[in-house]
């Protein structure tokens, strides 16, 4: 049995994002087309005698108890399988909190792992999945990874074709959003338009960046994007200065564009945060599985 275990826990964003119902038990039925990022959190796993969880992260302000995510995946696997020694974590946090970007749910899925992998259980990726959707709908995809359409409340995955390579550049405002308000307010709603998720798998499959970038879509925008203009004055920066396309990322507020030149995202990074339209900014790329 390994001591100790580094790893990195990626970003997403949703290239098509649609709702497609509400359950009577409040949560909605979706239709997403899921992408993961090169930009990721590292977290630092150490097995310990004592039958504790000690989690230790660079954020002041993120809890490190009970209601931690990481913390909460370690004792699911801790009580499924009666393992009585501990677990000590550093958490290094890089990807924006409260952003749209399953932060959260990408250190739950590596912690699924890291413990998994210390204590010597090794289990499955599709037992890991199973494990996740108990602790959220976003972390069965986050285990997986990749290009995946992401139905039901999010649990039911299909893989897709890798994404084509390019460039993509992230910018978060200095606003936070609830899930919950968007959501609420989503289904106030009478009438919205529906992303092309269909044309969108298809543009995936042809490799077709630009029909990719045609067809992004996030009907939450229609409830985010009102409330914050910012969102969209971000989206439009982006488009006037090179890229193919620009969306906001799950409820927000983070917007992404897809740029086939690097060099120009680098530059409508550094401009958007000298203009103070974004508080966090990175250039990154698609992470397909296999990478």
């Given at each position: 049995?390994?001591?100790?275990?580094?790893?990195?826990?990626?970003?997403?964003?949703?290239?098509?994002?649609?709702?497609?119902?509400?359950?009577?038990?409040?949560?909605?039925?979706?239709?997403?087309?899921?992408?993961?990022?090169?930009?990721?959190?590292?977290?630092?796993?150490?097995?310990?005698?004592?039958?504790?969880?000690?989690?230790?992260?660079?954020?002041?302000?993120?809890?490190?108890?009970?209601?931690?995510?990481?913390?909460?995946?370690?004792?699911?696997?801790?009580?499924?399988?009666?393992?009585?020694?501990?677990?000590e974590v550093d958490l290094f946090k890089c990807i924006p909190v409260a952003a749209g970007m399953a932060g959260g749910s990408t250190d739950c899925a590596a912690a699924l792992y890291g413990t998994s992998k210390l204590?010597?259980?090794?289990?499955?990726?599709?037992?890991?999945?199973?494990?996740?959707?108990?602790?959220?709908?976003?972390?069965?995809?986050?285990?997986?990874?990749?290009?995946?359409?992401?139905?039901?409340?999010?649990?039911?995955?299909?893989?897709?074709?890798?994404?084509?390579?390019?460039?993509?550049?992230?910018?978060?405002?200095?606003?936070?959003?609830?899930?919950?308000?968007?959501?609420?307010?989503?289904?106030?709603?009478?009438?919205?338009?529906?992303?092309?998720?269909?044309?969108?798998?298809?543009?995936?499959?042809?490799?077709?960046?630009?029909?990719?970038?045609?067809?992004?879509?996030?009907?939450?925008?229609?409830?985010?994007?009102?409330?914050?203009?910012?969102?969209?004055?971000?989206?439009?920066?982006?488009?006037?200065?090179?890229?193919?396309?620009?969306?906001?990322?799950?409820?927000?507020?983070?917007?992404?564009?897809?740029?086939?030149?690097?060099?120009?995202?680098?530059?409508?990074?550094?401009?958007?945060?000298?203009?103070?339209?974004?508080?966090?900014?990175?250039?990154?790329?698609?992470?397909?599985?296999?990478?």
């Amino acid at each position: 049995m390994s001591e100790s275990l580094q790893l990195k826990a990626y970003a997403k964003i949703n290239l098509g994002l649609d709702v497609v119902g509400r359950r009577e038990n409040g949560y909605h039925d979706v239709r997403m087309i899921m992408q993961t990022i090169t930009l990721f959190d590292k977290l630092t796993f150490k097995v310990i005698e004592e039958d504790e969880i000690r989690i230790s992260t660079n954020l002041s302000f993120l809890s490190p108890g009970e209601n931690n995510l990481v913390y909460k995946a370690i004792k699911l696997i801790k009580d499924a399988y009666n393992i009585k020694q501990g677990m000590e974590v550093d958490l290094f946090k890089c990807i924006p909190v409260a952003a749209g970007m399953a932060g959260g749910s990408t250190d739950c899925a590596a912690a699924l792992y890291g413990t998994s992998k210390l204590f010597g259980l090794n289990l499955s990726k599709q037992e890991l999945m199973d494990l996740g959707v108990k602790l959220g709908a976003d972390v069965p995809y986050c285990v997986m990874r990749g290009t995946a359409l992401s139905e039901g409340i999010g649990e039911i995955l299909t893989p897709l074709s890798p994404m084509p390579d390019c460039t993509i550049l992230i910018a978060k405002p200095s606003i936070s959003v609830s899930t919950k308000f968007v959501y609420e307010h989503l289904d106030a709603k009478e009438s919205y338009e529906h992303p092309d998720i269909d044309g969108m798998i298809s543009a995936i499959n042809n490799r077709d960046l630009q029909g990719i970038a045609d067809r992004l879509g996030n009907v939450l925008e229609t409830v985010t994007v009102p409330e914050y203009p910012v969102i969209d004055e971000i989206k439009t920066y982006m488009k006037e200065h090179g890229a193919l396309n620009a969306l906001m990322s799950g409820s927000g507020p983070t917007v992404f564009g897809i740029y086939d030149n690097e060099d120009e995202a680098t530059k409508a990074k550094n401009a958007l945060l000298d203009k103070k339209l974004a508080k966090n900014a990175f250039v990154v790329k698609p992470y397909n599985v296999g990478d």
